[in-house]
């Protein structure tokens, strides 16, 4: 599949059925696999041999849909997890342990700014934390002796910055540790961080890759760029015998390709658990199907949205890194050429109360705490995530009172802007 373009992947890669076999994936929905002998199954304990015996472990419908995942991102394995916020703990967890160290971007998604400030610095597990727009200085000084990864998001959910690639990749690979990227908002068709220089991408494919607010889900992919080797006294886990797992060295038996998903698979999702569902990788599976069809409209819907709120007086400001004015937008078009996402967050005037006038108002676009399905959804932090916070703690977080979020779906675009243009009406 690997020359084929990425719309192709989207629709065929991952999965090529043999004569007279299934044309669709096929839901393996089994817990174990059946062996003839002991020896055989030992085999597959020992990493000698590919198959399957236990679904926690691995099952074929998921390693089809993470095949497929792996081919989209042009990485060299991936896999799947039951969400997103697993696929941040897995890809993490994998290189760091007590004593160790993040670099990460501060602005990021709230459920993994609190796993890895609050829940990993329990395990031990420092972070630094820099804005996404820090320069190389600052960023380098973020680094200590301890650090084994650098983290990030593409698109930052919800604030809606763009991170420079680039810069933090070569930030990493300077101090020896791995670029971890959270390509969830632009997904592969959109962007591909590994092109870029990121080592590890993960997803949450509760968002767009489902795309249809089905089955919460995660993926971590791997670049196959990283050499463990040569930063082995960083990487013991990678580059010294696993006494858990009869004494393997994942970095010599699997390589580059193949060690990083080879030991989050046999000793985090071993001991951890969080597989997805096979279930679940059936329906991430179509959508993915359609997932270049989609993400074309949700960012022409989010770009005609943000350009007709930016022409409302009752809108104090808009976001959306296409949107020429934005902050972001040269570096949205350098690495989004073709477009990011459908989310675009605004600031109606009137405070809370505006907000909350604008949003009772609305038709089509339903009050929910999600993004990135086919329905347009919308959600007014003030009011909701973040209502224990007074005006002064909100601003303190970056989030106006009157600040809406707002996710654009596939519905046709005059009839979203109409929606939105009656609730202005009401401001
Ligand atoms: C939603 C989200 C997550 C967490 O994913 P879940 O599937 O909800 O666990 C992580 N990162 C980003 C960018 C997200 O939007």
């Known amino acids: 599949m690997s020359d084929y373009k990425i719309n192709t992947k989207c629709v065929q ?29 030992g085999k597959l304990f020992d990493l000698e041999a590919e198959g399957y015996f236990y679904t926690r472990l691995q099952n ?19 896999m799947l997890t039951s969400s997103g916020q697993a696929a941040n703990f897995f890809a993490l967890f994998n290189i760091c342990e007590a004593g160790s160290h993040i670099v990460s971007s501060s602005s990021i998604y709230g459920g993994t ?42 698109i930052a959910n919800p604030a809606l910055t763009v991170l420079d690639i680039e810069k933090f990749a070569k930030a990493a690979h300077a101090h020896g540790v791995p670029l971890i990227v959270d390509n969830t908002f632009p997904t592969p068709v959109h962007c591909r961080p590994i092109e870029w220089g990121a080592d590890i991408v993960t997803h949450s494919t509760t968002k767009y890759m489902d795309g249809h607010g089905a089955a919460v889900g995660g993926a971590i992919c791997d670049s196959g760029n990283f050499d463990w080797m040569a930063h082995a006294d960083k990487f013991p886990g990678l580059t010294t015998p696993d006494e858990s797992y009869h004494g393997i060295t994942y970095a010599e038996r699997f390589g580059k390709e193949g060690a990083f998903i080879t030991k989050c698979t046999a000793q985090l999702m071993r001991d951890l658990g969080s597989i997805q569902s096979p279930q679940h990788a059936f329906l991430l599976n179509l959508g993915l199907e ?31 890194p ?52 086919a329905r347009t959804c919308c959600l ?22 009157g600040l809406v979020r707002i996710s654009c779906g596939l519905e046709d675009k005059d009839d979203l802007i109409a929606d939105l243009a009656q609730a202005l009406d009401k401001v």
């Open 290 to 320: 359609s997932l270049h069809v989609r993400m074309k409209r949700h960012a022409e819907n989010g770009y005609a949205v943000a350009k007709f709120l930016e022409s409302r007086s009752e809108v104090e400001s808009v976001s959306f």
């Open 380 to 401: 007014n932090p003030a009011t909701s995530t973040h209502r224990q916070m007074n005006d002064e703690q909100l601003a303190a977080a970056g989030i106006s009172a």
């Open 322 to 373: 296409h949107l020429e004015s934005d902050k972001y937008y040269d570096r949205a078009m350098k690495y989004m050429p073709d477009g990011g996402c459908g989310v675009v967050s605004f600031t109606v005037r009137g405070g809370r109360e505006g907000a909350e006038r604008f949003m009772k108002a609305l038709r089509l676009a339903a009050i929910e705490t999600h993004v990135a399905d």
């Open 113 to 154: 700014f609190n796993l890895i400030s609050v829940t990993m610095a329990k395990m031990g597990i420092e972070a630094t934390f820099v804005s996404p727009d820090c320069t190389e200085e600052e960023l380098n000084a973020a680094f200590k002796e301890n650090t084994r990864a650098v983290f990030g998001e593409t």
């Open 13 to 41: 890669g991952g999965y090529t059925p043999g004569n007279g076999e299934p044309r669709q994936i096929p839901i393996v929905q089994s817990t174990t696999f059946k062996y003839d002998t002991s020896e055989d199954m």
């Open 60 to 78: 074929p419908t998921n390693d089809y849909v993470a095949a497929k995942i792996a081919e989209l991102e042009g990485g060299t394995a991936a």
